[in-house]
T-cell receptor, first 118, second 115 residues
């Protein structure tokens, strides 16, 4: 079973609209971290936002917010007032630091290709 | 303000050749890692290190070697390149404390083609 599932391979959104990118995850750990990264066409990986499993409030960073629903194991990224520069691939990732015997790194979803139209 | 630096940016190899992808960070991060990204996929962990002298395998370690002799450097070696290793390679680093939150910062990537 996939640990990180991003069900939207691609999305087209009008400029200035809000965007929600879906992410569901699978873990049996109580302590874990959820991350979103942006990858523009230039190829670099840019950190956007982090949510910890014990954080009671949803994370926010400027125009980015994370809709964290722990019981549903979902961590959707919300981009408010989208801009043309938001066009990129977006990856959801998880870290399980205490998973016994497992590798210590990020597990990524396959990504969502977001295109903002003027 | 260099962050994570990867060299080279592009490389073409013939099957069977060896090469080393370089990664250096200037943030005094204990943790460093290598990922590969294939078309239509997210990044997958190859190897990682939690400090100088300590390395371990990730999800897809076969065909790659690593070592960590200093905090700053974490080279990735391809001993005998195969076409299946054609990919984009990313190096990342982070602090180790507050394990779940340690944000991994990525280098710009190395695009490798094996013919």
């Amino acid at each position: 079973a996939q640990k990180i599932t991003q069900t939207q391979p691609g999305m087209f959104v009008q400029e200035k609209e809000a965007v929600t990118l879906d992410c569901t995850y699978d873990t049996s750990d109580q302590s874990y971290g959820l991350f979103w990264y942006k990858q523009p066409s230039s190829g670099e990986m840019i950190f956007l936002i982090y949510q910890g499993s014990y954080d009671e409030q949803n994370a926010t960073e400027g125009r980015y917010s994370l809709n964290f629903q722990k019981a549903r194991k979902s961590a959707n990224l919300v981009i408010s007032a989208s801009q043309l520069g938001d066009s990129a691939m977006y990856f959801c990732a998880m870290r399980e630091p205490y998973s016994g015997g497992g590798a210590d790194g990020l597990t990524f979803g396959k990504g969502t290709h977001l295109i903002i139209q003027p | 303000n260099a962050g994570v630096t990867q060299t080279p940016k592009f490389q073409v190899l013939k099957t069977g050749q060896s090469m080393t992808l370089q990664c250096a960070q200037d943030m005094n991060h204990e943790y460093m890692s290598w990922y590969r990204q294939d078309p239509g996929m997210g990044l997958r962990l190859i190897h990682y290190s939690v400090g100088a002298g300590i390395t371990d395998q990730g999800e897809v370690p076969n065909g790659y070697n690593v070592s960590r002799s200093t905090t700053e450097d974490f080279p990735l070696r391809l001993l005998s390149a195969a076409p299946s290793q054609t990919s984009v390679y990313f190096c990342a680093s982070s602090y180790r404390k507050n394990l779940a939150k340690n944000i991994q910062y990525f280098g710009a990537g190395t695009r490798l083609s094996v013919l």
